[in-house]
């Protein structure tokens, strides 16, 4: 089977794709002949070995995946050879056929697109534990999001509006605040062009954000904080620009406002029956046509380094899949 593999640490040029052993799935796995695999920031962090996990090389990276059941390992109950389902791992989905833990998988319900069922775990997956269990958010509440047009971002525009929330989406360009909008976005915001506190406040007046949702993290995290209403909340999801931002913590006292950190991954194992309710609530949701994730291009195997300079480019909105 063909699979995309990093075999030194290096930027997306630097995958190779070989034919390589089928896997064997072990104790409590699955393997998955792959239909479709989400691209992700960590993607591109895993490869150049930036990020906080540094498998052993050589390793496929992708990070979220769909599929059918080929084969299933020992001790594992409730998936049968032929099931469909989406997965989420820490790397290993660029390739046609990926080993799952099963306790990280999810059963699809009949006729569900196999190209969103490859995109929401982690990025749904994120957002929604973001704005449910680390800001309470509440219908009626602002909320700003950050680099909104992305991968998170979009999914947490999506799901703010659809809780109840009046969405203020911010991000680099007027066509990607255009899919924000259709979105669910009430208000956008260009911070490439205009200055971040100014603008939220020409929508918000001095009251502030509720909450902020922030997966970019640099130079507007400080102003996101400064623009925090009474009791806000600021959501850590991450640092694509790079930089880790430092706040005066004086901003939150005078606020009485919280900074809340987000890490999905964690979540996700360590509090795994509240994560599979959210899950079975992100299935509804899309089932029935309340969430549409975006899927903005396709590649194939072969095109996996252009996904990832896409992505470092700023170039995709919403999410993009790969294909085998
Ligand atoms: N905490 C968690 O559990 C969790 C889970 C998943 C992902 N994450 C993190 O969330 C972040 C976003 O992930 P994603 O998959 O949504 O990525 P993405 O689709 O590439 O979105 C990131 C957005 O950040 C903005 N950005 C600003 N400066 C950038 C730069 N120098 N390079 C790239 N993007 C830049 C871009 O929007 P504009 O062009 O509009 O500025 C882009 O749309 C990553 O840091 C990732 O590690 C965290």
Request: positive net charge; contains cysteine.
């Amino acid at each position: 089977m063909k699979a995309v593999l990093c075999k030194q640490p290096g930027p997306p040029s630097s995958l190779v794709v070989e034919n390589i052993a089928s896997p064997q799935p072990g104790p409590g796995q699955l393997v998955v002949t792959m239909q479709a695999a989400g691209v992700n920031f960590p993607d591109v962090l895993i490869i150049q070995g930036k990020y906080q996990h540094k498998p052993e090389m050589p390793f496929s990276p992708g990070a979220e995946a769909s599929g059918i059941v080929k084969a299933v390992g020992p001790g594992v109950t409730g998936f049968s050879v032929g099931d469909a389902v989406a997965a989420v791992m820490t790397y290993g989905a660029f390739a046609e056929e990926i080993v799952v833990d099963a306790a990280r998988a999810i059963k699809l319900p009949a006729r569900f697109d196999m190209k969103v069922a490859a995109c929401f775990g982690l990025t749904y997956g994120t957002s929604y534990h973001a704005l449910k269990d680390r800001a309470r958010i509440r219908p009626g509440e602002t909320m700003l999001v950050l680099g909104a047009a992305g991968g998170v971002g979009l999914a947490a525009v999506e799901l703010g509006a659809l809780m109840g929330a009046r969405v203020i989406a911010a991000a680099s360009s007027e066509e990607k605040l255009a899919t924000c909008r259709r979105f669910g976005a009430a208000h956008t915001i260009n911070y490439a062009e205009e200055d971040l506190r100014e603008a939220l406040r020409k929508i918000v007046g001095n009251d502030g954000v509720d909450v902020v949702y922030d997966p970019v993290g640099d130079k507007y995290a400080e102003p996101a904080v400064r623009s925090l209403a009474w009791g806000g909340r600021f959501l850590v999801v991450g640092f694509a620009a790079g930089e880790i931002p430092k706040i005066p913590l004086n901003l939150l006292l005078l606020k009485g406002a919280s900074i809340v950190g987000v890490f999905w991954g964690n979540f996700s194992q360590r509090e795994a029956a509240a994560n599979a309710n959210n899950n079975a609530t992100l299935v509804r949701w899309i089932a029935s046509g309340h969430l549409k994730p975006l899927i903005s291009a396709t590649y194939r195997l072969d095109q996996v380094p252009a996904a990832l300079t896409d992505m470092s480019n700023r170039k995709v909105q919403g999410k993009v899949v790969v294909v085998p």
